[in-house]
């Protein structure tokens, strides 16, 4: 009788990645999901607790984002040569413990005080977006590997999201049992321990070439006007999400924290497996699904404008982040790879964006500053998202192979 024998093979585990990841690329990695842990528990309730604070007033609020947004842009003209002294780790590591007494003094703030904590929260919240974003986004766009990009991006908004289920529906709970300032500890807490994951990141020499003039002109070089327009827009975009939604959603579902935060959590929960999908299209088909994601995130804007009831607060939300997903990851990746493509002007040019989002974000909140005053319902504002994500989607070529 004749034996037989199967001949062994060896089957490879699908991996989701090309590459290796960087170790420099894991440290950035666990820094965000720890911070995020701490942000999630504010992404919707903080602009609200401020709101608050601020005797709900819309026209308040947008003046308190005024001049955050304004210090910010200053410190993205004025400090970045301090940078090269400081060093790009350093600045990371020092931005957690800034994070901590922001959170502590808004933990301090009261209504009978706020006059007075107020300018120092604004202060702390706005270096720590220098000390972090700058150095930040110079290492992502150097520790990611450029075939794995769009993938590395949406593996890091998936891990976040997966943050973002649980946070909401947890913050809503202890601002209802326990209040806001229990949570503003927690944020500080939070924060500490963010700082661990930064002591094992790599150097990175670069070094901070530009004057405060050069940068301002830069900003309005002719040949850099459709980079400029695409951050303008870009900046201008996300102030809509940073305090007018949650806001408004506040006000609609009158100030009940735990169904604010439930909402929130179904809404992350339905898109958290398309970050990974859209990370693997990114790489693959990169201008279609910027283009397409582009036209669909405006109508989500749209709808918006028409939200009425909590079941309006979930489809129009879920569909919105639905559709982020397709249109913020590639342009993320896209972003990422024109910053590598600068070689030695890579720092130079993620504070050029930064000076870019700023001034467009300061212009947002002018507009809806001005709006507050003449329009009765929040809703109408959404418009201004519609135009915003329309233009982005319009110039997002115009930028691959810019060079500043």
């Known amino acids: 009788m004749e034996h037989f024998t199967i001949p062994h093979r060896h089957f490879k585990k699908p991996h989701y990645f090309n590459g290796k990841l960087s170790k420099g690329f894991k440290s950035l990695l666990t820094n965000r999901i720890i911070t995020n842990?701490?942000?999630?528990?504010?992404?919707?309730?903080?602009?609200?607790?401020?709101?608050?604070?601020?005797?709900?007033?819309?026209?308040?609020?947008?003046?308190?984002?005024?001049?955050?947004?304004?210090?910010?842009?200053?410190?993205?003209?004025?400090?970045?040569?301090?940078?090269?002294?400081?060093?790009?780790?350093?600045?990371?590591?020092?931005?957690?413990?800034?994070?901590?007494?922001?959170?502590?003094?808004?933990?301090?703030?009261?209504?009978?005080?706020?006059?007075?904590?107020?300018?120092?929260?604004?202060?702390?919240?706005?270096?720590?977006?220098?000390?972090?974003?700058?150095?930040?986004?110079?290492?992502?766009?150097?520790?990611?590997?450029?075939?794995?990009?769009?993938?590395?991006?949406?593996?890091?908004?998936?891990?976040?999201?997966?943050?973002?289920?649980?946070?909401?529906?947890?913050?809503?709970?202890?601002?209802?049992?326990?209040?806001?300032?229990?949570?503003?500890?927690?944020?500080?807490?939070?924060?500490?321990?963010?700082?661990?994951?930064?002591?094992?990141?790599?150097?990175?020499?670069?070094?901070?070439?530009?004057?405060?003039?050069?940068?301002?002109?830069?900003?309005?070089?002719?040949?850099?006007?459709?980079?400029?327009?695409?951050f303008f827009l870009d900046g201008a975009e996300t102030v809509l999400g940073v305090f007018v939604w949650p806001v408004f959603v506040y006000e609609l579902l009158q100030g009940n924290y735990l169904e604010i935060g439930f909402i929130s959590s179904l809404v992350v929960l339905f898109t958290i497996v398309l970050q990974l999908t859209a990370g693997k299209l990114v790489d693959k088909n990169k201008n279609k699904v910027i283009k397409t994601g582009g036209l669909f995130y405006a109508l989500g804007w749209f709808l918006k404008v028409f939200t009425l009831t909590s079941l309006h607060v979930f489809v129009f939300d879920a569909f919105h982040q639905f559709m982020k997903v397709f249109y913020r990851i590639p342009l993320d990746a896209l972003v990422f790879e024109t910053a590598f493509k600068q070689k030695h002007l890579i720092d130079e040019f993620n504070v050029f964006r930064q000076v870019c989002l700023f001034l467009g974000r300061l212009s947002m909140v002018i507009l809806i500053t001005i709006l507050s005053l003449f329009i009765s319902s929040i809703n109408w504002i959404f418009i201004l998202g519609v135009f915003s994500a329309l233009f982005i989607s319009v110039f997002y070529k115009k930028i691959e192979d810019s060079l500043i």
Not at 98 to 116: T, W
Not at 135 to 147: A, L, W
């Open 37 to 230: 842990i701490g942000t999630g528990f504010f992404a919707i309730f903080l602009p609200i607790f401020l709101y608050e604070i601020l005797d709900n007033n819309l026209t308040f609020l947008a003046f308190y984002y005024l001049i955050s947004y304004t210090l910010s842009l200053f410190f993205a003209i004025l400090l970045p040569h301090s940078l090269n002294k400081f060093g790009f780790k350093k600045a990371l590591q020092f931005s957690t413990l800034i994070g901590v007494f922001y959170y502590l003094a808004i933990f301090l703030l009261k209504e009978d005080n706020f006059l007075f904590l107020l300018p120092l929260v604004i202060f702390l919240i706005s270096f720590w977006r220098f000390l972090y974003w700058v150095p930040y986004n110079i290492d992502f766009s150097k520790f990611t590997n450029i075939k794995d990009r769009g993938k590395e991006i949406g593996f890091i908004e998936a891990m976040l999201s997966l943050i973002g289920i649980i946070t909401p529906i947890i913050a809503g709970f202890i601002i209802i049992n326990f209040g806001f300032n229990f949570l503003f500890l927690i944020g500080c807490l939070i924060f500490f321990f963010s700082f661990f994951p930064l002591i094992k990141l790599p150097k990175t020499r670069e070094k901070f070439t530009w004057s405060r003039k050069e940068i301002i002109k830069k900003v309005f070089l002719k040949r850099n006007r459709k980079l400029v327009l695409f």
